[in-house]
């Protein structure tokens, strides 16, 4: 996030009827997950509104948040309470120093207050998703592990990608997921998942000893373009269909232009058919980031 981020005007976002309504037409495409994101969905004034919407269509299978947790904790329960299932929140760090210094706000024990909260109120899985940077964190995977069988959260490790706000990507700051695999395998032997989800984004491995699972989303040195099921809406209603592809479809105009169901659709279909490769290849193999319009606060996990 940028220390003061720019905030879109009221009318520029779309109303949750809008965001319901896109939900709806995505399920009777076929869509059976959903996910609330952001920027930082829990700012969204009446966010348990949302999810209760969006919980009550039929045909959704899961409902998810990601969230940085610092408004979790008194939320919680009334998420929960209204169709929540889980909950995903950024960690970058256990250390309050580091993690003001990270994020430029000293929260560090809101975010472990809303993790606990989420755990009590019965979401689950409770999962941390953490990026670590070489020369600034790689070292606390282990403490981060420990973290999470202590207190029943899933860890996930994501690679850093090239979605920042402040534009500082470089391959060399990567810390690669099977590096940090090798380095928890040291510690806690672990078996990969055989029931994993193979359109899923991380890769899940079970600990051993029974002490719960860590994934790794490898989205630098091994990407999955090629099983990405995800689709995304932005909070100003452009739709997107890879976080490294900038052609995006306006779903807002189409919604305030009195567009039918059928043709929402067929707009969503049309910008799915257009989607190459997986921008994530092309970083790859050019070792630069490309030079997004958005990053990752403006679109979301």
Not at 17 to 22: N, P, Q, V, Y
Not at 288 to 299: E, F, G, S, V
């Amino acid at each position: 996030m940028p220390e003061e981020p720019v905030w879109f005007p009221r009318e520029e976002i779309l109303t949750f009827e809008e965001i319901t309504r896109i939900a709806r037409i995505a399920i009777g495409e076929g869509v059976a997950k959903l996910r609330v994101t952001g920027g930082e969905p829990l700012l969204r004034r009446g966010i348990v509104d949302l999810v209760a919407s969006l919980a009550a269509l039929p045909g959704v299978r899961d409902l998810s948040l990601t969230t940085n947790g610092v408004l979790l904790a008194p939320l919680a329960a009334d998420l929960a309470r209204v169709g929540l299932r889980r909950v995903n929140v950024s960690l970058d760090t256990l250390d309050r120093e580091r993690f003001r210094r990270l994020t430029g706000r000293d929260r560090l024990a809101s975010v472990v207050e809303g993790l606990a909260a989420a755990r009590g109120a019965g979401l689950s899985p409770v999962k941390i998703n953490a990026v670590l940077l070489r020369g600034e964190n790689e070292g606390e995977a282990i403490d981060l592990v420990r973290f999470g069988r202590e207190e029943g959260y899933e860890v996930r490790f994501i690679e850093f990608m090239p979605l920042e706000n402040d534009r500082s990507w470089e391959i060399g700051r990567v810390v690669t997921g099977a590096s940090v695999r090798r380095r928890i395998a040291s510690v806690w032997p672990v078996a990969r998942d055989p029931e994993e989800d193979p359109h899923a984004p991380a890769s899940r491995f079970l600990f051993e000893d029974g002490g719960g699972a860590v994934g790794f989303i490898d989205s630098v040195t091994a990407p999955f373009c090629s099983a990405c099921s995800r689709i995304r809406v932005a909070s100003d209603g452009r739709f997107r269909v890879c976080l490294y592809d900038d052609r995006e479809t306006d779903l807002r105009a189409a919604l305030r232009g009195g567009a039918t169901d059928a043709a929402i659709a067929s707009l969503m279909r049309d910008a799915l058919l257009r989607k190459g490769r997986g921008g994530a290849l092309e970083i790859l193999e050019s070792r630069t980031a490309l030079p997004l319009t958005r990053t990752m606060h403006q679109i979301g996990g």
